[in-house]
């Protein structure tokens, strides 16, 4: 039987994507734009001063990306690593299950820490681990923060204290797809280095912008990340210094994301 929506409004009763509210539907009415016109980075830059407000945080740098989470994760991994880095990562659920899919394709080094799905991560082990490399092999810690399959939330503070006890560097990477703007998310405070999110979970807006935010830290780490960026690393370059893009995006999108944004950081 072909798919068709039934009569009146249907409704999404899933974690996302989500029902996108009327006013930023009505936002999405609009032709396709010229994305080098010069109101686009006008646009883009009150976008990106805007959107730390949902990472709540200060000194990070924001990136607006075409993609999905799954694009999110790649880039959040592939502009701050290289090939057979060590790193932790949580398996408690289908989610952190594909996370940690990418990270061994892309040829990482991954010490995989797994809990019975419906428990949380098991911080007790990233402790013995982090206490035990006092040579700094592990270079990044990456935990799904809202495990979407299960609904079990890990404690990101934890994690900061665990790494600031033992004066680890490690990076610490986190997926907040679907809990920035529907937990408790301070990415400044718990000291996350790179934290990703997607438009389509708790942004409300439709699939196909990934979102993600920087610490000061990551961007150093670009600077040395061996793995392949074939976008990115230009990405990096123009979008966010100059604020212009070096591809095409939708640039109707971020006229909705600036709508969004208003419901987002509003509660
Ligand atoms: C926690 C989490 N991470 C990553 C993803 C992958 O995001 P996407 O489907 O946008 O690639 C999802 C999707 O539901 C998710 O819930």
Not at 43 to 68: A, H, R, Y
Not at 77 to 91: A, E, W
Not at 222 to 227: G, I, L, N, V
Not at 233 to 249: D, E, F, I, P, W
Request: proline letters at 4%.
């Amino acid at each position: 039987m072909d798919y068709a929506y039934g009569p009146g409004r249907n409704h999404l009763f899933v974690p996302g994507p989500v029902n996108i509210p009327e006013q930023i539907i009505r936002a999405m009415n609009r032709n396709n734009e010229d994305y080098r016109s010069p109101a686009i980075p006008a646009l883009t830059k009150t976008l990106l001063e805007d959107v730390k407000k949902i990472f709540k945080s200060t000194s990070g740098t924001p990136f607006m990306i075409p993609t999905t989470g799954t694009g999110a994760w790649e880039s959040a991994l592939t502009n701050t690593l290289s090939p057979g880095d060590r790193i932790v990562s949580f398996l408690i659920g289908q989610f952190s299950l594909l996370w940690i899919d990418q990270q061994q394709r892309l040829k990482f080094n991954v010490d995989v820490v797994e809990s019975d799905w419906g428990q949380g991560a098991n911080l007790d082990v990233l402790a013995t681990k982090i206490a035990e490399d006092k040579a700094h092999t592990i270079k990044a810690v990456c935990i799904v923060h809202n495990e979407t399959a299960t609904g079990v939330t890990n404690n990101l503070a934890t994690v900061r204290k665990i790494l600031d006890h033992y004066q680890h560097p490690a990076l610490f990477l986190v997926d907040g797809v679907s809990s920035i703007c529907a937990l408790d998310f301070r990415m400044d405070e718990w000291g996350i280095d790179v934290a990703l999110t997607g438009s389509q979970k708790a942004l409300s807006l439709p699939t196909g912008m990934g979102i993600i935010c920087a610490s000061p830290k990551a961007l150093e780490a670009t600077k040395t990340a061996k793995s392949d960026q074939i976008e990115d690393g230009r990405l990096v370059k123009s979008y966010n210094l100059k604020v212009q893009n070096h591809a095409t995006v939708a640039a109707s999108g971020q006229k909705q994301q600036r709508k969004s944004m208003y419901h987002a950081t509003a509660w």
